[in-house]
């Protein structure tokens, strides 16, 4: 069974940085697509950002430019790195795996408890 469990979250400043990071465990990490996602309450959830097995990398308009995702296939982790944070990146902060190498960059199978980030004005 995948696990995926978040860490990193926290409260900012505007303007601050933070690192969020995911640790997979339970599958085959090297061969899954891996996304951060963000909710904020009655919205739905917003794919940020998305890192293929290929290394490919997506980003949601909204943090191009800010946020960095990577993946580190040794330590079955990958990472959110987010710069030039704004108020309205507050959100809780999901990272997903999925195994199914043809899945759409917005499909994915395994969910973590997601992570709470706070950016205060």
């Known amino acids: 069974q995948v696990q995926l469990v978040e860490s990193g979250g926290g409260l900012v400043r505007a303007g601050g940085s933070l690192r969020l990071s995911c640790a997979a465990s339970g599958g085959t990490f090297r061969s899954s697509h891996m996304g951060w996602f963000r909710q904020t309450p009655g919205l739905e959830r917003e794919l940020v950002a998305a890192i293929r097995v290929s290394g490919f990398t997506y980003y949601a308009d909204s943090v191009k430019g800010r946020f960095t995702i990577s993946r580190d296939n040794a330590k079955n982790t990958v990472y959110l790195q987010m710069s030039s944070l704004k108020p309205e990146d507050t959100a809780t902060y999901y990272c997903?795996?999925?195994?199914?190498?043809?899945?759409?960059?917005?499909?994915?199978?395994?969910w973590g408890q997601g992570t709470q980030v706070t950016v205060s004005s």
């Open positions: 997903a795996l999925s195994p199914r190498l043809a899945s759409p960059i917005n499909e994915y199978d395994y």
